[in-house]
């Protein structure tokens, strides 16, 4: 039996749901394939990561329709704080400097899957196909056959891949990717403390890579701490007290009495850039494409962009008639991607590769570094805007509506 | 249809045929839809052309539907090749009907079509023996072909005569003057080989008044004509009022208007 469609998504993780939303609302069906059974992804369990939602992202969440359901859970970002250890330049990003609005959000990941799960099945236009999971791909000159483990075979115009960082999509479609394992892990618990943290962010340039300390609502904060991976599998064996005082002497006292809530998680943080992000009738989206260092906490702000790119193209080359795999508007929406994911990349990879390391000089400079920009208000301002998601030529679903 | 024993421009009649031509897309027919091939730069041309068809036709004929701007319209495609455009003019709501003297190119629009989905008219014929079946269409388009016949004014009044009273005429193609030389040929075909060698010859370019005047004793008036412009660093076509080069127009017939 062969069901149609105009595009299938494979991967229904926060990329996948992402994606699909957009293209259903830009008119195209969508067939969203997911290998976990219905609701698994949404339990407390399933991923204890928190994720920076910059404020272009926040706009194209609330354009979804997603927002709002997210944004109890959201905690505002008023300043980023980024300190080099003890070293007295520092950089400091106040949301006042911009504008009337917060910097970005910080959000635990279940509430972003739960908000994009409860979108995605009020919204006409998407079939969800889970668990199942694609065992072969093959295109003609029309279309493409998508066979799935239990013998379905799927006809789509276009495939986009939002299936992570192992991307099973990009290996059948033959595409290579260069991955560079940093050597590092990274350490994810949330701490409950006693002083408010007044929705600042800190990321501390330590010498094993950043430590980040993210204000989650309430008295609480999600720790993301970057450590070489042999002591981080250390780190990880502690008794609770040991482990609480490892975090202590990190973060210092100004949110005084700290306790550990919940379990710890480790992931091994890599590198992952696909060779190309399209071939003919396919896309990668999101990890699949590229995973980037979690060092400024950019990875689905990057999928939210590459989504709010595609749907507009496709969008676009919809209203003129054109086929949704047409290749002309795969080749705009990677012409369009690149810069922007490129300069993310070597932005992520080259200040962690600088602040990794201890050697003076090397310090000295990148203190310096931190201070010219902290004294070039036009530069620091180009630089929020960066981190807001919200620099470069925008595509409509970032655009403040109105 | 008679096939031409001697393919020479002179020998070529009926009027839009001219054998040679029409042989230079044979030999390439099956990579009509192949976006990387020989017809890259017609899959590029594409998006503009198609906006300008669009709101061209949405004006005239006063459509306003979102999904389906074209619903209602019969609309042929003379010179259709692989159905570049006649596809996107069906997904648009469009009746289509593309018509092309090559039966290679129509044997791979027929089969792309139906992977499609879309049901689409293909006829292996010309602009003048369909006219002469007494066939008429709300509109007609003639893209990037008046640069390839044999008889230009000939062809341009039987593409009018093809037309409904009321009904509307879209034409592209490139205009005759130095730059178009320098660009399309010695650029398009010599430097950048974005298309075959041999595939334009500048003698055959339009000016834009020329196009006009062979309208115009068609019985059309021209509304608007557009210039097409390449942004060489986004690689992407769009309308600018720079006509040098390639260049796109609307043309209407009179009558009653649509309703």
Redesign the interface.
């Known amino acids: 039996m062969t069901q149609r469609c105009d595009i299938a998504v494979v991967g229904g993780g926060m990329n996948g749901l992402t994606a699909s939303l957009a293209l259903a609302r830009a008119g195209f069906s969508v067939t969203m394939i997911e290998r976990e059974a219905p609701g698994a992804t949404l339990t407390d369990g399933f991923d204890g990561r928190v994720s920076s939602i910059a404020w272009g992202s926040r706009l194209v969440l609330d354009g979804l329709g997603a927002w709002q359901a997210m944004g109890a859970h959201a905690q505002p970002i008023l300043e980023i704080r980024v300190s080099d250890r003890d070293a007295p330049l520092f950089l400091h990003y106040d949301h006042r400097g911009i504008g009337d609005h917060p910097l970005g959000y910080i959000l635990e990941n279940r509430f972003i899957r739960r908000a994009l799960d409860a979108a995605v099945a009020s919204q006409p236009g998407i079939t969800v196909l889970a668990p199942a999971s694609v065992t072969a791909m093959d295109h003609d000159a029309t279309g493409e056959d998508l066979t799935l483990d239990d013998g379905r075979v799927l006809r789509c115009s276009l495939v986009v891949a939002c299936d992570g960082f192992r991307s099973g999509v990009r290996e059948m479609a033959g595409i290579g990717h260069r991955t560079i394992a940093y050597g590092q892990t990274g350490i994810v618990c949330t701490v409950e403390h006693e002083h408010d943290h007044r929705g600042i962010a800190h990321e501390r340039f330590l010498p094993a890579g950043p430590f980040a300390i993210l204000p989650l609502p309430g008295n609480r904060s999600s720790l993301v701490w970057t450590e070489k991976d042999a002591i981080a599998r250390r780190v990880l064996e502690l008794e609770p007290e040991a482990f609480l005082e490892e975090i202590a002497w990190r973060l210092g006292d100004f949110l005084g009495d700290l306790r550990v809530a919940g379990p710890v998680w480790r992931y091994p943080l890599t590198l992952v850039l696909a060779h190309r992000v399209i071939a003919p009738r396919l896309v990668l989206v999101g990890d699949a494409a590229h995973r980037i260092h979690p060092i400024a906490g950019q990875g689905y702000n990057l999928g939210i962009r590459d989504i709010a790119v595609l749907a507009e193209v496709l969008g676009d080359s919809r209203r003129l008639g054109l086929d949704p795999g047409d290749a002309v508007a795969l080749e705009d929406h990677a012409r369009r991607r690149r810069i922007d994911t490129l300069s993310l990349v070597a932005v992520t990879d080259g200040l962690n590769r600088l602040f990794s390391n201890a050697i003076p000089p090397v310090a000295l400079a990148r203190d310096l570094g931190l201070g010219a920009v902290e004294r070039i208000p036009p530069l620091k301002r180009l630089f929020m805007r960066h981190a807001m998601g919200t620099v470069g030529r925008l595509p409509w679903l970032m655009r403040p509506q109105g | 249809m008679t096939k031409q024993a001697e393919p020479t421009e002179t020998a070529a009649r009926p009027g839009s045929i001219d054998a040679r031509e029409i042989a230079g897309f044979a030999a390439v027919a099956d990579q009509w ?1 192949d ?2 091939g020989p017809f890259r730069p017609l ?2 041309l ?2 503009v052309r ?2 300008y068809i ?1 709101d061209a036709l949405t004006g005239h004929f006063g459509l306003t539907s979102q ?1 389906r701007p074209l619903e209602g319209l019969a609309i042929a495609d003379i010179g259709c090749g692989g159905g570049l455009i006649c ?6 709501g469009a009746t289509v009907t593309g018509i092309d003297a090559a039966p290679e190119a129509l044997a791979v629009a027929c ?2 079509a139906e ?3 879309l049901a689409i008219e293909y006829l292996e014929s010309t602009a003048e023996a369909v006219a002469a079946s007494g066939r008429r269409f709300d509109a007609v388009m003639a893209l990037e072909i008046v640069e390839h016949v044999a008889d230009r004014t000939a062809f341009v009044a039987d593409c009018c005569r093809l037309v409904k009273p009321g009904g509307s005429l879209v034409m592209s193609t490139l205009n005759r003057t130095p730059r178009a030389f320098a660009l399309a040929i010695v650029g398009a075909e010599y430097l950048l080989r974005w298309v075959p060698r041999g595939s334009h010859r500048w003698r055959k370019f339009v000016r834009p008044a020329e196009l006009a005047r062979d309208l115009r004793l068609g019985g059309a008036r021209t509304t608007d004509i557009s210039g097409l412009a390449y942004d060489p660093l ?3 076509w769009s309308r600018s009022r720079d006509v040098a080069v390639n260049y796109i127009l609307h043309a209407s017939l009179d009558g009653p208007e649509h309703s």
Request: charged fraction near 30%.
């Open positions: 839809w976006a990387s899959h590029r594409n998006p198609l906006g669009r999904d596809e996107p003019l069906a997904r648009l089969a792309h992977g499609a989905g986004r690689d992407r």
